[in-house]
């Protein structure tokens, strides 16, 4: 042992004073030393707050390269005492210290002490040769290490070494061990937590101060004690040095909002440093929100949720969570707000602001009534959510009650799904790649899917009143382009922002009332697998999705009670800590009353109406002024024939407000009048009860109805046929006079 150890210190000294009298410049420095340090990409909140540091592609976390001034002298001094007291006065091989190393180990009779330089362990970490490490290895870094000291500076090599020595726990460089174990910047370290630093490159493993801080606490000693031998600590230094507790704080790369981050990770990075827009103090209180609400809704079969925050005046997102927990085994990774999903009736604002582009204003009447369209896939026969029609309505009730006859009806009458697919594509919905044949009337109530991101932009278009900006994660000047019109777009969000018109589905007092203006929308899709909520005020816009990732269906969970809360929160937190306000009318529109049940305006002229509301108008569409013509003795407003069936039925809620004069005039045999012979159904799974529910209607009171081949229910007072594919003839019979009607369907799968 004793010879070999002779052998080997020998050979040792013969190549250091190869290195130092032979030809250095025959042996390059490694490439690796040569070209630029990978560093980590870092994404920080708009304020500056860490939110995650990648990997480099070399599997290390690289916070940046520091330079010898950013370095401080403690941190160097205390790697000096480390590694090479004598840095400053040998020529990259210490001969000295190889000398002194080969005669303690040939006393010890084994290896006790090293001699690398600074110089030398740089040439090893960059070189990463393979393979053992011997004499002829070490005598080419020796050779290295020594035209590495005639070719850098002192100060060159050090800074180096220190950026590029591994710390341990994927850590390259001082910078990146300094926020890996205390969160700190280079210049907040104290000595004791230099000298700490210095201690862990000898062994990364070993001294690992997270698996144990006394493995580590005794080289950190050493260290210290050897600073104030040097004179580079006094005595009072060290004794707080000495006395100074660890305080350990793992930051490995941070992992803040990792749905955003992962978002502009997937593109190219512009620079190591990328600044987003996110707020980090709202994106946690967004991530705290969903944590809580959805603990309320676990037993009803609700996992997950995703929210956007807009500001409004920019197009950056202040907040983005894709789900419960980006580390949740329940699909934590799927990110929710990019995921398309069906939104329900969350796009049915769009169809309006189509209508009054075309003329149409908040208080103009759609009817509420059975409709059977035909499309290319058979006919189509859009239900309400409460499978009830509601005859007469404005179009600022249908709107905020979101029905979906009227929806579709409004759509036909606006350029139907074409003219609103055209217009989505241009508020920036990417994922509808289909032609308007394919989606035909219910693009309205959301049978195509889209991204919450996307669609909350489109909405943050209405806050800012028609001006379209993109949406973006990183911080740009960009004035945005007008698409829509401003009058239109405010008559839109007064809708929104109206209490009173949703009052109807949603109550006076549901969650969607805040204390403050914010125009909102609600979106279900059907059989309960998406909850939506979205809206605004004019300075932010707010979008939640809710549901679960693996399509399962919510129970009875609306957009009202899933993603609602959410919503309200958030904009609760919003107004807290930003503040909100709303918009001023914008110039020209008048306000009128009129009466909801005719859509015609009351004037001082006007007979007296049992009801009444004011609503906006834009400049010469006001309604014709109400006459004695529109009212009978009672004032009761008198409703066109084809309310006739509506009035005399179970769905009429305006009770004896109207009347349909035709009705009483003349005497109709009755009929059935939903559906149609021969309608045909394709059973949709996104339709409720998995698309096998039909609504059968007689212009008749208490038909009893049968069907040899389908089940019929009773729902809440209403037959319902539980549909399955095939042809099935259905009959009506009115008990009291024995008169029968027949009608039939046919029924296709999916």
């Avoid at 500001?311 to 419960?324: D, P, Q």
């Avoid at 012979?677 to 009893?704: C, E, F, K, W």
Wanted: charged share 20%; aromatic share 6%; proline share 8%.
């Amino acid at each position: 042992m004793r010879r070999r150890l002779t052998v080997f210190s020998a050979a040792l000294l013969a190549g250091a004073l190869a290195a130092w009298f032979g030809a250095p410049w025959l042996a390059p420095l490694p490439p690796a030393l040569l070209a630029a340090q990978s560093v980590s990409t870092r994404f920080l909140a708009a304020d500056g707050t860490p939110l995650r540091m990648l990997l480099t592609e070399e599997g290390q976390r690289v916070a940046g390269t520091a330079s010898y001034a950013d370095i401080p002298e403690h941190l160097r001094n205390a790697v000096l005492a480390a590694e090479d007291k004598r840095f400053f006065q040998h020529g990259g091989v210490d001969l000295l210290a190889i000398a002194r190393s080969a005669w303690d180990n040939l006393r010890a009779g084994r290896v006790v002490s090293g001699a690398s330089t600074l110089h030398q362990q740089l040439i090893k970490i960059t070189a990463a040769r393979p393979g053992p490490r011997t004499l002829g290895v070490k005598l080419v870094e020796a050779l290295q290490a020594r035209r590495l000291a005639m070719t850098w500076s002192k100060e060159e090599v050090l800074a180096a070494w220190l950026n590029r020595v591994s710390y341990g726990n994927l850590l390259t460089g001082c910078e990146s061990a300094a926020l890996g174990y205390f969160d700190k910047p280079l210049p907040d370290l104290s000595p004791a937590e230099c000298a700490l630093l210095a201690a862990i490159p000898q062994s990364p493993a070993r001294l690992n101060p997270f698996r144990g801080i006394e493995r580590a606490r005794p080289r950190q000693t050493r260290i210290l004690e050897k600073m104030r031998a040097l004179g580079w600590l006094d005595a009072g230094q060290l004794q707080t040095a000495l006395a100074e507790p660890v305080r350990l704080r793992r930051f490995n790369g941070g992992f803040e909002a990792p749905h955003a981050v992962q978002m502009l990770a997937g593109g190219t990075a512009p620079d190591p440093v990328v600044l987003t827009t996110l707020d980090a103090a709202l994106q946690r209180a967004v991530e705290r929100v969903i944590t809580e609400r959805l603990s309320g809704l676990r037993e009803r079969q609700v996992t997950q949720a995703a929210v956007v925050v807009i500001e409004n005046a920019t197009g950056h997102i202040l907040a983005l969570a894709g789900s419960r927990d980006f580390s949740a085994p329940d699909g934590g990774q799927i990110n929710g707000a990019w995921t398309p999903r069906s939104p329900g009736s969350a796009v049915k604002p769009f169809t309006y602001l189509l209508a009054f582009e075309r003329g149409a204003a908040p208080a103009s009447i759609v009817a509420d009534l059975p409709v059977e369209y035909s499309t290319g896939s058979g006919s189509y026969l859009p239900e309400n959510y409460t499978l009830k029609h509601y005859g007469p309505m404005t179009y600022r009730a249908a709107l905020g009650n979101s029905l979906n006859v009227s929806a579709v009806k409004v759509l036909q009458s606006a350029g139907g799904p074409g003219a609103l697919l055209r217009r989505l594509r241009q508020l920036g919905l990417t994922t509808l790649t289909e032609s308007a044949e394919h989606y035909g009337p219910g693009l309205t109530i959301g049978n195509a899917p889209v991204r919450l991101v996307e669609l909350a932009n489109a909405y943050a278009c209405l806050a800012r009143l028609g001006i379209h900006k993109p949406w973006s994660l990183l911080p740009r000047e960009n004035e945005g382009a007008r698409l829509l019109d401003g009058t239109f777009c405010y008559l839109i969000a007064d809708i929104l922002a109206d209490n009173s018109a949703r009052a109807l589905t949603f109550g006076q007092n549901s969650v969607l009332r805040l204390p403050f203006p914010a125009a909102v929308k609600t979106g279900t899709s059907s059989t309960y697998r998406d909850n939506w909520t979205l809206g605004f005020t004019r300075e932010f816009t707010v979008g939640v999705w809710a549901g679960n990732f693996d399509n399962r269906p919510m129970q009875d969970v609306s957009g009202v009670t899933g993603a609602a809360p959410i919503w309200r929160d958030v904009m609760l937190e919003l107004q807290r800590r930003r503040g909100v306000s709303w918009h001023e009318p914008p110039p020209g529109l008048v306000k009128a009353v009129i009466d909801p049940r005719t859509g015609r305006r009351l004037t001082p002229q006007s007979p007296p109406a049992r009801v009444s509301r004011e609503d906006w108008f834009p400049p010469q569409r006001l309604p014709p002024p109400a006459g004695a013509e529109d009212y009978d003795a009672q004032g009761r407003a008198i409703l066109p024939g084809i309310y006739a069936d509506w009035v005399a039925g179970a769905d009429n809620w305006m009770g004896d407000l109207v009347v349909c004069e035709t009705a009483k005039k003349e005497k109709r045999p009755w009929q059935i009048t939903s559906p149609a012979p021969g309608t045909v159904i394709h059973l949709d799974p996104d339709l409720p009860g998995s698309g096998a529910r039909l609504l059968l209607q007689a212009n008749q009171q208490g038909v009893r109805w049968d069907c040899g081949t389908l089940e019929i229910v009773d729902d809440a007072g209403r037959p319902v046929a539980l549909l399955k594919p095939g042809r099935h003839t259905l009959r009506a019979e009115d008990p009291a006079t024995g008169e029968t009607r027949r009608t039939f369907v046919i029924v296709h799968p999916e």
